[in-house]
């Protein structure tokens, strides 16, 4: 069964710095999806960043980029200069099997940035 | 991008009674999702709503709960009947960009039930 696991319920980083989520994953399917979203405590989701699995380079959208290790099954989110604003809860999902394209959600890490 | 508009946005309800969530979305989409985050929890999938047939059930959701409506490419709804203060939660539906591999969220309606 497809899993998805997030070991840091909490993390703390300093405006300006960068940070590193870790997310790790279990499947037995050669094609699948990795994700990233951002929860504010206004609840929503928001999308950060997605990486296919038959993707050469490691995915990146402005601040965000994603460290994706296939061999050891991790997809690791890295934020670079951190900013207050990015203070949330962080979700990793892995995208079941097309054509399904359901997501199955980690537990979440909540970051805090401070000054 | 798609932009999927749900509401409402949060609702008070007193328990037995049923609320309605609709979502919208800006394009046309196959599938459209429905997930429940309970308190402090990470999200669940409800159910799968697909464009004129029934909708698929996760395991430990059933249809006389979580009756959904699929009426075109581009709308979906969900109900929640027969409230306890155990559904209070965030409810949230997603859908899949075609266009590029992007899952997209509502904005979510938070439930509470007293």
């Known amino acids: 069964a497809q899993k998805i696991t997030q070991t840091q319920p909490g993390m703390f980083v300093q405006e300006k710095e960068a940070v590193t989520l870790d997310c790790t994953y279990d499947?037995?399917?050669?094609?699948?999806?990795l994700f990233w979203y951002k929860q504010p405590s206004s609840g929503e989701m928001i999308f950060l960043i997605y990486q296919g699995s038959y993707d050469q380079q490691n995915a990146t959208e402005g601040r965000y980029s994603l460290n994706f290790q296939k061999a050891r099954k991790s997809a690791n989110l890295v934020i670079s200069a951190s900013q207050l604003g990015d203070s949330a809860m962080y979700f990793c999902?892995?995208?079941?099997?097309?054509?399904?394209?359901?997501?199955?959600f980690g537990t979440g890490t909540r970051l805090q940035v401070f000054p | 991008s798609a932009v999927i508009s749900q509401k409402p946005s949060r609702d008070i309800c007193q328990r037995g009674t049923s609320l309605t969530i609709q979502c919208q979305v800006d394009s046309q989409v196959t599938m459209m999702f429905w997930y429940r985050q309970q308190p402090g929890q990470s999200l669940t999938l409800i159910a799968t709503a697909n464009q004129g047939s029934e909708a698929t059930y996760e395991s430990g959701f059933v249809i006389d709960k979580f009756p959904i409506s699929r009426p075109n490419l581009t709308f979906s709804t969900l109900t929640v009947s027969n409230m306890s203060p155990e559904d209070s939660s965030i409810y949230l539906c997603?859908?899949?960009?075609?266009?590029?591999?992007?899952?997209?969220f509502g904005s979510g309606t938070q439930l509470s039930v007293l």
């Open positions: 997603s859908a899949h960009d075609s266009i590029n591999e992007k899952l997209f």
């Open positions: 999902a892995m995208r079941d099997a097309v054509p399904t394209d359901k997501l199955i």
């Open positions: 499947t037995s399917d050669p094609s699948y999806g």
